[in-house]
């Protein structure tokens, strides 16, 4: 038995729909069945849900084989596993928004400290970073911060804030990642539910 880590938000609804394309059905029935369980056993896979953020915790713990979430995540936070594939959802990019273009950001408020802290670092600027934790976009709209690193899908949230983008970063995309032990111990479950990822 196989046992994935999944986000419960948005990404667990395009996973549904990547799912019923590839005419997964039983795991898409079992996974749309879902209230406020956090366990859902299929006939090959044990589903956890978790938050985007905690899925690799989960997977480098080793109490996942597998998991789904986010490049964003994983850029920010480095940990030990493997990255096995890219999963055609969950779309969007990195990007600077501010009100108006500036020669410098000097504070910033993001959810991604790592990731914005690198990137100031490799434009040798320095920057302060404020923490948050959701709507991002207000910390630059009322002027707690120069500028927001976030993620952009279609751009709605920054127009409807009096922002726009000034710097667009890397791409993001959903990917299955994995436990590096169990990559070895468990190659074959997985390599099986690669193949049913990918043909369906
Ligand atoms: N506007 C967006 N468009 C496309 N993908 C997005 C967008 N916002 C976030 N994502 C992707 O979805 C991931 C978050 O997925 P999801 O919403 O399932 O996570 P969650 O933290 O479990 O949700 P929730 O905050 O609702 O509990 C992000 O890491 C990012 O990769
Ligand atoms: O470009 P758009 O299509 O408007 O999407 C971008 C928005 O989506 C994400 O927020 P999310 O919905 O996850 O809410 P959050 O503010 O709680 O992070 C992201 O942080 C942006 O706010």
């Known amino acids: 038995?196989?046992?994935?880590?999944?986000?419960?938000?948005?990404?667990?609804?395009?996973?549904?729909?990547?799912?019923?394309?590839?005419?997964?059905?039983?795991?898409?029935?079992?996974?749309?069945?879902?209230?406020?369980?956090?366990?859902?056993?299929?006939?090959?896979?044990?589903?956890?849900?978790?938050?985007?953020?905690?899925?690799?915790?989960?997977?480098?713990?080793?109490?996942?084989?597998?998991?789904?979430?986010?490049?964003?995540?994983?850029?920010?936070?480095?940990?030990?596993?493997?990255?096995?594939?890219?999963?055609?959802?969950?779309?969007?990019?990195?990007?600077?928004?501010?009100?108006?273009?500036?020669?410098?950001?000097?504070?910033?408020?993001?959810?991604?400290?790592?990731?914005?802290?690198?990137?100031f670092d490799s434009i040798k600027q320095p920057v302060k970073i404020i923490q948050l934790k959701g709507s991002v976009e207000l910390a630059a709209t009322i002027d707690m911060a120069d500028a927001i690193m976030d993620i952009v899908q279609t751009g709605t949230t920054l127009k409807e804030n009096g922002l726009s983008e000034q710097v667009q970063l890397d791409e993001i995309n959903a990917r299955l990642i994995s436990n590096k032990h169990a990559y070895f111990a468990k190659n074959d479950e997985i390599q099986t539910v690669i193949n049913q990822l990918r043909m369906g």
Request: proline share 3%.
């Open 1 to 119: 038995m196989i046992t994935m880590a999944l986000s419960k938000g948005r990404q667990l609804k395009d996973f549904i729909k990547y799912l019923d394309e590839k005419n997964l059905t039983t795991w898409s029935t079992a996974l749309k069945s879902v209230s406020r369980e956090l366990v859902i056993e299929t006939d090959a896979i044990r589903f956890i849900l978790v938050k985007g953020e905690d899925v690799p915790v989960y997977v480098e713990e080793g109490v996942a084989d597998l998991g789904i979430t986010g490049s964003d995540v994983l850029f920010e936070q480095n940990r030990q596993i493997n990255n096995l594939m890219d999963l055609p959802f969950g779309y969007c990019h990195f990007a600077i928004a501010a009100k108006k273009p500036k020669e410098v950001y000097p504070v910033v408020a993001t959810k991604y400290i790592n990731f914005t802290q690198n990137y």
